[in-house]
């Protein structure tokens, strides 16, 4: 079983519309969570981060994290056709990262 | 303030050979994790060096090793290169004292190539 799964997509959404993305993991003990978005023959680049069960903020971004399901989620908002990438999750174990494969995320103008 | 650099930017090699690739880190950073990101794969952890030492290594060979300087900059080097190799390398860098998991930046990566 892989430690953090995704949906590899792609997920398409209209400009302005919500986009959705999920991420799960295998390891109770996980400790921190993290979304990257890397942009096609790029680095990843940090979203934000989340530590505690709930919802944080920023800007345009939430994530949502729920650790008795073992999932965390980034929603955004007003989508953008600059935010069409791929959208990595990050989970820390044992000191450990480990990243998902990434869901592939389409903003149609 | 510089962000995370790495050199080359790409590389092409043949099967059998060494190759050493650099990294250095953000402005007040001082651990260095290396990765290997496959074609439509994520990131892949190699290892992480602080205070000059490997505190954790992935599900690599021992033909992937590395090294950090005192000025917190990191190697990654690969011997005996093999065709399955071929992958973007990316280094992160972090803050983390005693903690090894805080919040890693990203450099833009080295894109090997093994023919």
């Known amino acids: 079983q892989k430690e953090v799964e995704q949906n590899s997509g792609p997920l398409s959404v209209p400009e302005g519309a919500i986009a959705s993305l999920n991420c799960t993991y295998s390891d109770r003990g996980s400790q921190s969570f993290f979304w990257y978005r890397q942009y096609s023959g790029k680095s990843p680049e940090l979203i934000m981060f989340?530590?505690?069960?709930g919802d944080k903020e920023d800007g345009r971004f939430t994530a949502q994290l729920n650790k008795a399901s073992q999932y965390v989620s980034l929603l955004i908002r007003d989508s953008q056709p600059s935010d069409s990438a791929t959208y990595l999750c990050?989970?820390?174990?044992?000191?450990?990262?480990?990243f998902g494969t990434g869901t592939s995320l389409t903003v149609i103008p | 303030d510089a962000g995370v650099t790495q050199s080359p930017t790409h590389l092409i090699k043949t099967r059998g050979q060494q190759v050493t690739l650099r990294c250095s880190p953000k402005s007040g950073h001082d651990t260095v994790s290396w990765y290997q990101q496959a074609l439509g794969q994520g990131p892949q952890f190699i290892f992480q060096y602080y205070e000059e030492e490997e505190r954790q290594r992935g599900n690599f060979p021992d033909r992937f090793s590395g090294h950090q300087f005192p000025n917190y900059s990191s190697e990654l080097n690969v011997n005996a290169l093999l065709l399955g190799d071929s992958a973007l390398y990316l280094c992160?860098?972090?803050?983390?004292?005693?903690?090894?998991?805080?919040?890693?930046?990203f450099g833009p990566g080295t894109r090997l190539t093994v023919l």
């Open positions: 990050a989970v820390t174990t044992g000191n450990q990262f480990y």
């Open positions: 992160a860098s972090s803050f983390s004292g005693r903690a090894s998991t805080d919040t890693q930046y």
């Open positions: 989340i530590y505690s069960n």
